[in-house]
C-alpha cells in the first residue's frame, strides 16, 4: 500500500480505496462475504503514493464462537510482477502468432488481414478495419466480418481525414489507444457500440499513410493485457510491412534489371549480325525493331531535323494500324510531309534537354496533342516516349515509341527504352569509326597512290612490306618480286662510287635500329637491270600504338633531274660571273685607255679653237663647238664608266665608318659649286662601310639632289637616318623636280636617263655605281618621290661600333 504513517488509512473505509471497475469488484465481494461467501480476484489500484499496482483480493466472512458473522477479512496481496510477466507473455505470444501466420508473405493486404485475424484471436470479440488515405477521406480496404453491413457501407465510403483520434493518430505516428470512443466525433455514427477503439498508424504503398484500427464493444477501455497484445500485433505487423516494402521494392528493382538485360541481350544480339553495318538507319531501325517486340501494338519513327522540318528517317509498324484507318493515313501524311521545328514537345524537348520525354495518355480529352501540329490525326495515340540519340554527347535525332492503347510507361518500359537506345548511340558511335576508318584508309590509299615520292615499308627484318606505284616505277620492279624480299640487297648494295654498301650502316635501317628518323641525300638507288639514280630519302620508324618500333617507312625521290638543273645552274653561274668580270676588266680597260685619245682630242680641239678660232667661219665654229661639247661629254662618260667598274676592282674592305664625316667633305665639296644650296643632316651613325664609296654614294645622291633642283627654288638637300634593326636606313631627301613612278626602277640602270642631255647634263651612271656600292654592302637602294615636289632615296648599311 506504500504506507509510510498509518494515521492515513486510520479513518478510512476500505472500499474507498479501490476505483473504478476494481470498486466494483470489492463492493461485489464484501456482499459476498455478508452472505456468507468468500472470493478472491485480482484488481488493480493505485497505492496510497499514486503507484498502479495488481492485487490478489481475498475478502471473507468471519464468524465468531457463536457462528455469528462477526468481521469480514480482506486481504491484498501485490501481484504486480506476475500480472506483468503474464501481459509479456501474452503480447509475446500475439508477437509469435503473427509472425508465424505470416511466414515470409510480402503482400501487403495479405498482412493486414493476418494481423487482423491475429488481434481478434487474442483479444476475443473486436472488430477491425483498415484504412487507406484518398483525398481528404479515409477508405476502409478490408473489415473484420463481424461489421454490420451499414458501418461497413460507412467506412467504404470513407471518414473525414480530420476526424479527431484518426488525425490525432496520424500525426502522433503511433499506436493511438482511445478509452471510450465518441463514435458521433468521428463522423462513423453507425459504429456507437464501440467502447474502446486502437488506431495503428501503418505503412501503405509507395509514401501514403494507412490506419488500422480495433475496436471493441466489451469494454470502455483497454486493459493492460489488450494494450500489450495490440502494441505487440502493431509492432510485427510494421516490421512485416517494411519487409514487404522492401522486398516490393527490389521486386521492381529485379524488373527493371531484368527487362534492362533482356533488352540488352536482344540488342546485342542483333547488332552482332550487323557488326560491320555502318548504316546508322539500319542500326536505327534494328533498335526500334528491338523495343516495338518488347511493348504492346504501336509504332516507332526516327526524326531528323532538316532545313526548319523534323523528317522521319526511319519507321517501324505502321502508324495507327488497325485503331482508327482515317486517322492513320492523316497521321502517315502529316509525318511525310515533315513537322516543324518548334511543334511538337515530344520532339522538340528532348531534342533541348536530351533527356527521355514520356507522354502518357495522349488524347484529345486531355489536351495533350494540342502541340501536334493536326490533332485530329493524333487522336489514337495513347502514349508516345521520345528519346533522344546521341553520340559522343550530340543528339542526331529523336526516337520516338507510339502505343496505341492507353499504357503508362512502367519504369520497365522506360529501362528497355534508355537500355536500347544507349545502346544504340554506342553502336552507331562504333559505325561512325568504322566509316571513318575506311575514309581515312581510302584516302591514306589515294595519297600513296597519287604522290610522285617512291614510298615503301621495311620491317624488323629489313624486308619490303609495301610499295606505291610511284616507288615500284622508280626502282623498276613488279610488286611480286620487290614485296616481302630483304629491300637493301636489291636497291641499296652499291654506293655512288661504286664501292659495296654494308647493310649495317644502311640508314633506310638505322630509322628502326636507332629508332630515328634519318634523312640522307648523295646515295643511289639500283634497279633490277643494272642501273642507278641518285636519290634523296628519309627513313621514318613506324611505332605501334604501344610505341615500339615495327618497322620504317622510306620515302625517297629520284634527283637525277634536279642535279642536272643544279649542274647547269652552277655553269650558267660561273659562266655568267667569268663574263661580268671580263666585262667590267673591259670597261675598265677601255674606260682607261680612251682617257688618254680623249684627253688628247679635247686640248686639240682647245688649241684649234684659240690659234684659228678668230680664222673659222661661223659654220666652222659651230663644227668645232660640237667638237669640243663631244669631248668633254665623252670624257665624262668614260671617268663615270671608269668610277662604275672600280666598285669591284677598287674595293676596300668595310670599317666602321662616321657618317658624319663623310657627309660633311661632301657638302664641303659640292657646297663650293654650288653656295645657294642647303645641305644638312641629322647626327648620323658609324656604318660599316668601305668609306671611300660612302663618299662617292653621297657625293652621287646629293649631287643629283642639287642638279634636279627646280627653277625658281634654292635646292635644298638633307640626309636623315633611322634604325632597322642591326642596319640604318638613310635617306636623301631633296625639294627637286621629283621622278615619275614609270622611272623609279630604271633609273637604276646603266645609261639609263628619262631627261635628255639639252635639260640636265649627265650619263646616267651615277645611280647605277649607287647601286652597286650599296648592294656590295648587303644594302638596298629605292626611292620615294612625288614629281614637282622632291624625291627621297633610301639606302641601308650595316651598322657599326667604333
Ligand atoms: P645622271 O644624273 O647622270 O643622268 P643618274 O644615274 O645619277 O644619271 O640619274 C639617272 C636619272 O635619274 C637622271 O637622269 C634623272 O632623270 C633621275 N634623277 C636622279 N636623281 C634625281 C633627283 N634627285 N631628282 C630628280 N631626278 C633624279
Not at 459504429?191 to 486502437?198: D, E, I, K, L, T
Not at 519504369?411 to 576508318?437: F, N
Not at 686639240?604 to 663644227?623: C, E, S, V
Request: charged share 20%.
Amino acid at each position: 500500500m506504500e504506507i509510510d504513517d498509518f494515521d492515513v488509512c486510520r479513518q478510512l473505509l476500505w472500499p474507498t480505496f479501490w476505483t473504478g471497475e476494481a470498486r466494483t469488484q470489492v463492493e461485489e465481494a464484501l456482499d459476498r462475504a455478508r452472505q456468507g461467501l468468500r472470493t478472491s480476484f485480482e484488481a488493480r489500484t493505485a497505492t496510497f503514493k499514486g503507484t498502479l499496482k495488481w492485487w490478489e483480493v481475498s475478502v471473507a466472512p468471519v464468524y465468531d464462537a457463536q457462528g455469528r458473522l462477526h468481521q469480514i477479512s480482506a486481504v491484498s496481496r501485490d501481484i504486480t510482477p506476475r500480472r506483468n510477466a503474464q501481459d509479456a507473455v501474452t503480447a509475446l505470444d500475439a508477437f509469435v502468432a503473427f509472425t508465424e501466420a505470416v511466414g515470409t508473405e510480402t503482400d501487403r493486404l495479405t498482412l493486414i488481414a493476418q494481423a487482423m485475424r491475429v488481434l481478434r484471436t487474442s483479444l476475443g470479440p473486436v472488430s477491425a478495419a483498415y484504412y487507406e488515405l484518398e483525398g481528404a477521406w479515409w477508405k476502409a480496404q478490408l473489415w473484420s466480418e463481424d461489421i454490420a453491413p451499414e458501418i461497413v457501407a460507412q467506412i467504404q465510403s470513407g471518414v473525414p481525414q480530420d476526424a479527431p483520434n484518426f488525425a490525432a493518430a496520424t500525426q502522433a505516428q503511433r499506436i493511438t489507444l482511445v478509452d471510450g470512443w465518441h463514435a458521433e466525433h468521428e463522423h462513423v455514427s453507425h459504429a456507437a457500440q464501440y467502447g474502446a477503439v486502437a488506431l495503428l498508424p501503418t505503412r501503405a504503398q509507395g509514401q501514403g499513410t494507412a490506419l488500422l484500427t480495433v475496436g471493441t464493444a466489451q469494454a470502455h477501455a483497454w486493459t493492460e493485457r489488450e494494450q500489450a497484445i495490440i502494441r505487440a500485433v502493431g509492432h510485427s505487423l510494421d516490421l512485416a510491412l517494411e519487409r514487404a516494402q522492401q522486398a516490393e521494392q527490389l521486386n521492381v528493382q529485379h524488373a527493371l534489371l531484368d527487362a534492362r538485360t533482356q533488352a540488352l541481350e536482344g540488342f546485342a544480339a542483333l547488332l552482332q549480325d550487323l557488326a560491320l553495318e555502318t548504316d546508322p538507319y539500319a542500326l536505327i531501325r534494328c533498335a526500334q525493331e528491338m523495343v516495338m517486340s518488347l511493348l504492346p501494338d504501336g509504332n516507332a519513327l526516327y526524326f531528323e531535323r532538316e532545313e526548319g522540318l523534323w523528317r522521319s528517317k526511319v519507321q517501324t509498324g505502321v502508324l495507327g494500324e488497325g485503331v482508327n484507318q482515317a486517322a492513320a493515313v492523316q497521321a502517315q501524311a502529316l509525318v511525310d510531309a515533315g513537322i516543324p521545328y518548334d511543334v511538337p514537345e515530344s520532339l522538340t524537348v528532348p531534342w533541348k534537354t536530351q533527356q527521355p520525354y514520356y507522354h502518357a495518355k495522349h488524347n484529345q480529352t486531355q489536351g495533350n496533342q494540342a502541340d501536334f501540329p493536326d490533332a485530329a490525326s493524333v487522336q489514337h495515340v495513347n502514349t508516345v516516349a521520345s528519346l533522344p540519340v546521341t553520340v559522343q554527347g550530340t543528339t542526331l535525332g529523336i526516337l520516338t515509341f507510339v502505343v496505341f492503347t492507353p499504357h503508362p510507361w512502367t519504369p520497365t518500359d522506360k529501362a528497355v527504352m534508355e537500355t536500347v537506345v544507349h545502346s544504340l548511340g554506342l553502336a552507331l558511335e562504333r559505325a561512325q569509326g568504322i566509316r571513318d576508318l575506311a575514309r581515312v584508309s581510302r584516302f591514306n590509299e589515294l595519297i600513296l597512290n597519287s604522290v610522285g615520292e617512291g614510298l615503301t615499308g621495311v620491317d624488323l627484318q629489313g624486308r619490303t612490306t609495301f610499295a606505291n606505284p610511284a616507288a615500284l616505277h622508280l626502282l623498276g620492279y613488279v610488286a611480286a618480286d620487290f614485296i616481302g624480299q630483304p629491300q637493301h640487297p636489291l636497291i641499296h648494295h652499291t654506293r655512288a662510287d661504286g664501292t659495296p654498301y654494308p647493310r649495317d650502316t644502311c640508314p633506310v635501317y638505322a630509322a628502326f635500329t636507332e629508332g630515328q628518323a634519318q634523312a640522307v641525300q648523295g646515295e643511289v638507288f639500283w634497279r633490277p637491270d643494272g642501273t642507278s639514280f641518285p636519290v634523296e630519302y628519309t627513313s621514318t620508324p613506324i611505332r605501334n600504338q604501344a610505341g615500339a618500333v615495327e618497322g620504317a617507312v622510306l620515302a625517297f625521290r629520284d634527283i637525277t633531274q634536279r642535279q642536272q638543273a643544279e649542274t647547269a645552274l652552277r655553269r650558267t653561274n660561273e659562266e655568267l660571273r667569268r663574263s661580268n668580270a671580263e666585262l667590267e676588266q673591259f670597261a675598265y680597260i677601255a674606260s682607261h685607255d680612251l682617257q688618254a685619245p680623249i684627253r688628247a682630242v679635247a686640248s686639240f680641239a682647245g688649241i684649234l679653237d684659240r690659234k684659228y678660232g678668230p680664222q673659222l667661219d661661223d659654220r666652222g665654229k659651230l663644227y668645232l663647238r660640237h667638237i669640243m661639247e663631244s669631248g668633254d661629254h665623252m670624257k665624262q662618260l668614260v671617268d663615270d664608266l671608269l668610277a662604275f667598274s672600280r666598285v669591284h676592282t677598287e674595293r676596300r674592305e668595310p670599317q666602321p665608318t662616321d657618317a658624319n664625316t663623310v657627309f660633311d667633305q661632301v657638302a664641303y665639296r659640292l657646297q663650293t659649286d654650288s653656295p645657294e644650296a642647303a645641305l644638312t643632316r641629322d647626327t648620323l651613325p658609324v656604318v660599316l662601310a668601305d668609306p671611300h664609296q660612302l663618299d662617292q654614294l653621297l657625293q652621287n645622291l646629293i649631287s643629283n639632289g642639287l642638279k634636279y633642283h627646280r627653277d625658281g627654288t634654292e635646292p635644298q638637300v638633307h640626309v636623315s637616318v633611322q634604325q632597322d634593326g642591326l642596319s640604318w636606313r638613310f635617306a636623301v631627301q631633296d625639294n627637286g623636280i621629283g621622278i615619275e613612278a614609270q622611272y623609279f626602277e630604271r633609273i637604276f640602270e646603266i645609261f639609263q636617263r628619262p631627261h635628255g642631255r639639252d635639260t640636265y647634263q649627265g650619263t646616267g651612271i651615277g645611280l647605277a655605281v649607287c647601286k652597286k656600292i650599296v648592294e656590295r654592302h648587303g644594302g638596298r637602294l629605292w626611292l620615294e618621290s612625288t614629281p614637282g615636289a622632291g624625291s627621297t632615296f633610301f639606302f641601308t648599311l650595316p651598322g657599326a661600333a667604333l
